[in-house]
């Protein structure tokens, strides 16, 4: 089990985990937030969200030090003084614009007749419908960078069609809470989790002991990607299967309580 004086990292998803799935509320992990900030445990926002609004959620959160994962992995986010650099833009790692994103999810559509629409696609106030956001946030939600959240209509076998054409142009869908996620195929939270983990480990010259917590499909590669993981009870019926069950803890708590739980359960303090 880590202890607080361990080189620990902290992954968390926010939506349904963090972050209540319908107020968006984190008081129930506020005192956890509070301890591992005392003991100066990275806690990083690894999310679906954009980081427009990853960045107003890390001032909320006081969470501003560290860095962040936007966009299911498609972007990573340093601090300012990352390793001592001035110049530390947002990262790009699966080197799909959403532009072209947008291009390829428009050609298919007219090509195909495939039934579905994102948020590109939508006004404003759709996005708030969908999602339960204010306005002013879910205006943050459609900056986007490099990936398309999108509601599917259409029938099983031309889902299995989409994707096969996604593929095709070196895209990937992943499931989230609400929406299926198109991005990148190289693009992921597992594969953002390992190089910031290999970053800090540089950083640090030791090895680091990984935490992460979430409670969606898209979550499941950042949640193998980590050395204790912790499955938060989620709001939705798919599977939730990992590499490794043995380094699992199943919540029986949603949203922050089990954020909660899942902490209490592992570290030691």
């Avoid at 990936?147 to 142009?169: C, M, Q, T, V």
Wanted: proline letters at 4%; hydrophobic letters at 35%; charged letters at 20%.
């Amino acid at each position: 089990m880590p202890y607080l004086d361990d080189n620990l990292l902290v992954f968390t998803d926010l939506d349904g985990s963090l972050l209540d799935h319908h107020t968006y509320s984190w008081q129930p992990a506020q005192e956890w937030l509070d301890r591992l900030s005392a003991a100066q445990v990275p806690v990083i926002l690894t999310t679906s969200k954009t980081a427009a609004e990853v960045a107003q959620l890390q001032q909320q959160l006081r969470l501003t030090q560290h860095p962040f994962i936007a966009e299911n992995g498609a972007t990573i986010s340093l601090p300012s003084d990352w390793h001592g650099e001035k110049d530390n833009s947002t990262g790009h790692f699966n080197g799909t614009s959403y532009e072209d994103i947008r291009r390829t999810l428009i050609n298919l559509r007219q090509r195909y007749d495939f039934e579905f629409r994102g948020f590109g696609d939508v006004s404003t106030q759709q996005v708030v419908d969908w999602t339960g956001l204010k306005l002013e946030n879910a205006k943050l939600a459609m900056q986007r960078e490099a990936s398309e959240p999108l509601i599917w209509f259409g029938n099983d076998l031309d889902f299995a069609r989409f994707e096969k054409y996604l593929h095709e142009e070196n895209l990937a869908l992943t499931r989230g809470g609400r929406f299926w996620h198109v991005m990148g195929k190289d693009a992921g939270k597992g594969p953002a989790v390992k190089w910031l983990s290999e970053q800090y480990e540089q950083q640090s010259g030791k090895p680091v002991l990984s935490i992460s917590l979430g409670d969606g499909p898209n979550d499941i590669g950042m949640l193998n990607a980590t050395h204790c993981a912790v499955v938060i009870l989620g709001h939705h019926p798919h599977a939730m299967t990992l590499e490794n069950e043995e380094h699992a803890f199943r919540t029986t708590q949603r949203g922050p309580e089990g954020w909660k739980q899942g902490l209490d359960h592992y570290i030691r303090l």
